[in-house]
């Protein structure tokens, strides 16, 4: 997961760390994969986040690293 001030979310960032981790042999939860633009516009001035479509996104990860985390 990866926020951003751009339009790419951290999209490239996210790319090169798999690209790196497979190489080391590192077990990751390929998905959901949540990539967050324009980071400026979904938290306030405190940090808490605001967006309920980022929000939303987020549950699924965290759902699924629990499921993720359970096979192990």
């Not at 760390?17 to 306030?44: A, H, T, W």
């Amino acid at each position: 997961m990866g926020v951003s001030g751009g339009m790419m979310g951290t999209g490239r960032a996210q790319y090169h760390l798999r690209q790196i981790c497979v190489q080391i042999d590192v077990y990751l939860l390929n998905k959901p994969e949540v990539m967050i633009p324009s980071g400026q516009d979904k938290f306030d001035q405190d940090g808490n986040l605001k967006d309920t479509h980022t929000e939303a996104k987020i549950k699924k990860l965290v759902a699924a690293l629990i499921v993720w985390t359970e096979k192990f």
